[in-house]
Nanobody, 112 residues
Framework: QVQLVESGGGLVQPGDSLTLTCTAS????????VFWYRQAPGKEREFVAS????????VYSDSVKGRFTIYRNAAKNTVDLEMTKLKSEDTAVYFC?????WGQGTRVAVSS
């Protein structure tokens, strides 16, 4: 079973950029889709972005479209989430997910 570790979170100011990395140990199959979700304080976990491992097809939530980009690196078994033009409402714990396996999350705080 794959294991996931997220990294790259931190405290940034509005308008800044940050890149999160999901590192997978184990096999991600070509038919798999890797997801990024986030959970803000007091809110439900919500979908952010996903990428299909085989063909690199990407999907984004409306709230991040045009600001976030998801990248997969098959050689490194990683999926990055490049976040630009960050807003206070992007503050959340960000989780990586594939095949019902979750990482422990990495915290992003956007504040002036």
């Amino acid at each position: 079973q794959v294991q996931l570790v997220e990294s790259g979170g931190g405290l940034v100011q509005p308008g800044d950029s940050l890149t999160l990395t999901c590192t997978a140990s184990g096999t991600i199959y070509s038919s798999d889709r890797v997801f990024w979700y986030r959970q803000a304080p007091g809110k439900e976990r919500e979908f952010v972005a996903s990428v299909k491992w085989r063909d690199n097809i990407k999907v984004y939530s409306d709230s991040v479209k045009g600001r976030f980009t998801i990248y997969r690196n098959a050689a490194k078994n990683t999926v990055d989430l490049e976040m630009t033009k960050l807003k206070s409402e992007d503050t959340a714990v960000y989780f990586c997910n594939v095949n019902s396996v979750w990482g422990q999350g990495t915290r992003v705080a956007v504040s002036s």
